[in-house]
């Protein structure tokens, strides 16, 4: 099984310009962002410009280097709660 990488869709067009265009970011992007209030490279930087779910929808995602590692076709995930930033 695929582990699966759970991605948090960015409401706020200031933070999307901040993840070069992305509409959504990983779930450790995520954390800091909601810890420091900004986004920070400090967990990596890898923009996909189509990340699937196994639905066969596809994302703009930014995501750190360990999910970009992760990745494989088909393991994204929307994450259900709210996003308030
Ligand atoms: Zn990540």
Redesign the pocket.
Not at 26 to 29: K, R
Not at 63 to 68: I, L, Q, Y
């Given at each position: 099984m695929a582990q699966t990488?759970w991605i948090h869709k960015l409401s706020d067009p200031k933070k999307k310009a901040e993840a070069d265009g992305m509409d959504y970011i990983?779930?450790?992007?995520f954390q800091g962002l909601t810890q420091s209030g900004k986004l920070t490279n400090a967990?990596?930087w890898n923009p996909f410009d189509s990340a699937s779910t196994k639905e066969g929808s596809s994302y703009r995602a930014l995501?750190?280097?360990?999910?970009?590692k992760n990745y494989k076709d088909g393991n994204v995930r929307m994450a259900k709660e709210p996003v308030l930033v």
């Open positions: 990488i990983c779930e450790h992007l967990k990596g995501f750190c280097d360990t999910c970009a």
